[in-house]
């Protein structure tokens, strides 16, 4: 595996984590219950956040240890695998308290080249 394809992994789950804590910004726990659109599209972008992480070697993963991997790869399958048992509420939280670190750790792993 190149270099550039872990960057590119990293990248991929840091747009996409970023995408869904924009597209939530200014709406409220209960829009996801009102928006089917909304729903469905963040938990797409989590799916692709838990994929993006799945395929990063366990090299860079244990080099960028800062970073929740199975958190974040166990939350895809959940949502993968688990579809028809979605809790929201959970969904939220992610997106509202542990995105916005994340994203933190991915640009500065990505700036720094780690």
Known sequence: MTRHDETARLRHMLDHA???VE????????D?????QLNLS???????VGEAAA???????QQLSDIPWSEV??????????YDEVDFDILWDVIQIDLPPLIGQLRNSLATGA
Do not use: Q
């Open 73 to 82: 790869i166990g939350l895809r399958n959940r949502l993968v695998h688990g």
């Open 42 to 48: 963040l938990v797409r972008l989590l799916e692709i």
């Open 23 to 30: 597209m939530a910004r200014g709406r409220r726990r209960e």
């Open 18 to 20: 970023a995408e869904a």
């Open 55 to 61: 395929r990063v070697s366990p090299a860079a993963r």
């Open 32 to 36: 996801l219950d009102r928006d089917r």
